[in-house]
C-alpha cells in the first residue's frame, strides 16, 4: 500500500469510527484459544506486510514514541557518537512509567524521506512493531487496539480478522 497526507488522514477518520467496534472485537478476541489467536494474526501479519510499505507512511515515527530501554540508549548513543547522557538531555524523557520515551513527534530521527537515520540501531520497541507477529497476542491485546489508530497494517489485519474470527 502506497500512503500520501490524504490517504493517512482518510485512514485516521476511518480508525476513529471502526474504534467502538474493533474495541468490542477485540473483549470478544479474549475468549479465543491462545494459539488460534496468534496463528490468525500471524498470517495476516505476512500477507499484508507483503501489500504494505512502511516507508510511503511512517505514521509510528511521526505519532507516538517507542520506549528507549537502556540498551537502546547505550546503542545509540555510541552510534551517535556521543554519551548516553547527552543522548537523553537532548532528545528523551521519562514518561509517567518512568520510560524514557522521545521528546517530541515526530522521532527526531526521522528523515523527510521517512527514512531513519539510525535505522541500524533503532530501539528494540521500533524493531518489532507494530507487534502484530509476536508470540502470545492475548497478552498484548490492548496495545494491538491502541496501535489500530496509528498503523494502517494494524487496521487492515484486524478488519481482515474480523472477517475470519466474527
Request: aromatic share 10%; glycine share 2%.
Amino acid at each position: 500500500m502506497i500512503y500520501d497526507q490524504h490517504s493517512i488522514q482518510a485512514f485516521r477518520e476511518a480508525t476513529l469510527n471502526k474504534f467502538p467496534e474493533n474495541k468490542k472485537f477485540f473483549t470478544k478476541l479474549k475468549t479465543k484459544k491462545a494459539k488460534a489467536l496468534d496463528e490468525a494474526f500471524h498470517a495476516l501479519h505476512e500477507a499484508v506486510f507483503e501489500q504494505t510499505d512502511c516507508l510511503a507512511c511512517a505514521n509510528c515515527c511521526k505519532t507516538t514514541s517507542p520506549i528507549f530501554t537502556d540498551n537502546d540508549i547505550e546503542r545509540i548513543a555510541k552510534h551517535l557518537k556521543m554519551r548516553p547522557v547527552q543522548l537523553i538531555e537532548r532528545y528523551l524523557h521519562l514518561d509517567d512509567e518512568q520510560d524514557y520515551v522521545l521528546n517530541a513527534s515526530p522521532c527526531a530521527f526521522l528523515g523527510a524521506d521517512n527514512y531513519c537515520s539510525i535505522y541500524e540501531v533503532r530501539p528494540k520497541a521500533c524493531r518489532e512493531y507494530p507487534h502484530t507477529d509476536r508470540k502470545n497476542m492475548a497478552g498484548i491485546l490492548k496495545l494491538t487496539l491502541e496501535n489500530t489508530k496509528v498503523c494502517p497494517a494494524v487496521f487492515a489485519i484486524v478488519e481482515q480478522l474480523k472477517q475470519q474470527m466474527p
